[in-house]
């Protein structure tokens, strides 16, 4: 009996606590559209549909463009092309499904969905991403807008400026491609202290959606979907695809998820500390923060934000850099979403 009693404490401390379900996004604003609709899933699903709400959200937002840097339409590449990155983590089994660089296809989160669940595959790039969503029954669609292809003509009128491209000869004052780049100093030499530099971080070009997802169950799921920073070097691929990187989710301990300076971020994979944290005892704003540190104490003008939840529905987000960054959560006990502000790290 005494055995019996310790295991059901135990269990009762490991278990969530509340039957409830939760769902958290890295945005306020127009992104409470994508909590609103996976809330509508979780709802419908009695709470335990968490992929599925996860996809339903992200693909809200992407349906919506939401502040032009989710889903088709975007600020193109430093070529021209509009291309998407989405990553889907189900935090029971660890799966992960994601696309990089996908063309021609406006549901990435849904491709990415498909990665995971009809391929032994993590992650698929460019046209073969595009090939494979072709295989699942999308079809081809371009991402161009008119609004999209007025960004890129405007910018390669001023010359391509600002770009991140660095050491080539001529990158600050004409358009690519450029040609070998000088690495050891002299003109087209590696910039320094007050050169040009690449595109300001901002809610307006390095923006993604990162979703957390609790089921009432305990079962949960994280994702992420972005078309990539404005007028990135055609071929980039940011940390939104990236697990560990633009989020991360342990059905054990918690998930996380990121936005803002996507190429610095990814390289700390701040989403799988953050959930590492967690599981250390950390409550999810205090791992946010901690993550986040680590990055700022090697890059401390980089900017950036991330939002965590626990197994146990709590949550709580961060930030460095990147005002006025808030987080959308709804519950099952909520009628509406609510957006939570942030204090920076």
């Given at each position: 009996?005494?055995?019996?009693?310790?295991?059901?404490l135990l269990a009762a401390a490991l278990a969530p606590a509340s039957a409830r379900w939760v769902v958290v996004n890295t945005w306020g604003g127009p992104m409470t559209a994508a909590t609103d609709a996976a809330a509508h899933v979780m709802h419908e699903g009695r709470g335990l549909a968490t992929v599925d709400a996860l996809v339903a959200g992200c693909s809200r937002c992407e349906a919506l463009?939401?502040?032009?840097?989710?889903?088709?339409?975007?600020?193109?590449?430093?070529?021209?092309?509009?291309?998407?990155?989405?990553?889907?983590?189900?935090?029971?089994?660890?799966?992960?499904?994601?696309?990089?660089?996908?063309?021609?296809?406006?549901?990435?989160?849904?491709?990415?969905?498909?990665?995971?669940?009809?391929?032994?595959?993590?992650?698929?790039?460019?046209?073969?991403?595009?090939?494979?969503?072709?295989?699942?029954?999308?079809?081809?669609?371009?991402?161009?807008?008119?609004?999209?292809?007025?960004?890129?003509?405007?910018?390669?009128?001023?010359?391509?400026?600002?770009?991140?491209?660095?050491?080539?000869?001529?990158?600050?004052?004409?358009?690519?491609?450029?040609?070998?780049?000088?690495?050891?100093?002299?003109?087209?030499?590696?910039?320094?202290?007050?050169?040009?530099?690449?595109?300001?971080?901002?809610?307006?070009?390095?923006?993604?959606?990162?979703?957390?997802?609790?089921?009432?169950?305990?079962?949960?799921?994280?994702?992420?979907?972005?078309?990539?920073?404005?007028?990135?070097?055609?071929?980039?691929?940011?940390?939104?695809?990236?697990?560990?990187?633009?989020?991360?989710?342990?059905?054990?301990?918690?998930?996380?998820?990121?936005?803002?300076?996507?190429?610095?971020?990814?390289?700390?994979?701040?989403?799988?500390?953050?959930?590492?944290?967690?599981?250390?005892?950390?409550?999810?704003?205090?791992?946010?923060?901690?993550?986040?540190?680590?990055?700022?104490?090697?890059?401390?003008?980089?900017?950036?934000?991330?939002?965590?939840?626990?197994?146990?529905?709590?949550?709580?987000?961060?930030?460095?850099?990147?005002?006025?960054?808030?987080?959308?959560?709804?519950?099952?006990?909520?009628?509406?979403?609510?957006?939570?502000?942030?204090?920076?790290?």
């Open positions: 009996m005494r055995t019996a009693r310790v295991l059901a463009q939401c502040d032009s840097t989710v889903g088709y339409g975007g600020v193109p590449d430093s070529f021209g092309k509009n291309t998407l990155d989405a990553m889907v983590m189900n935090g029971d089994t660890m799966n992960v499904g994601a696309v990089a660089g996908l063309q021609n296809i406006k549901h990435a989160i849904a491709v990415a969905r498909g990665v995971m669940e009809h391929t032994e595959h993590s992650l698929l790039v460019g046209t073969d991403a595009t090939r494979f969503a072709n295989m699942l029954g999308f079809s081809p669609e371009s991402l161009e807008t008119g609004w999209s292809a007025q960004q890129y003509a405007d910018w390669v009128a001023a010359q391509c400026q600002p770009n991140y491209y660095t050491g080539f000869p001529l990158d600050d004052s004409t358009c690519p491609p450029y040609s070998q780049p000088v690495v050891n100093g002299g003109p087209g030499g590696l910039r320094g202290e007050g050169a040009k530099k690449a595109p300001e971080t901002s809610l307006t070009n390095h923006d993604t959606i990162g979703m957390v997802i609790l089921g009432a169950n305990g079962s949960m799921a994280a994702g992420t979907s972005s078309n990539g920073a404005a007028h990135k070097v055609a071929g980039r691929v940011g940390d939104s695809p990236i697990p560990g990187a633009g989020s991360y989710v342990d059905s054990d301990v918690g998930g996380a998820a990121c936005t803002g300076d996507g190429d610095v971020m990814l390289r700390f994979s701040p989403s799988y500390q953050a959930v590492e944290y967690m599981r250390q005892g950390l409550a999810p704003t205090e791992a946010c923060r901690r993550a986040l540190a680590r990055v700022a104490a090697k890059y401390p003008s980089f900017s950036g934000a991330m939002v965590c939840l626990s197994r146990n529905g709590s949550h709580g987000g961060a930030k460095h850099n990147f005002d006025p960054f808030a987080y959308s959560l709804r519950t099952e006990d909520m009628r509406e979403t609510h957006v939570v502000p942030v204090e920076p790290i």
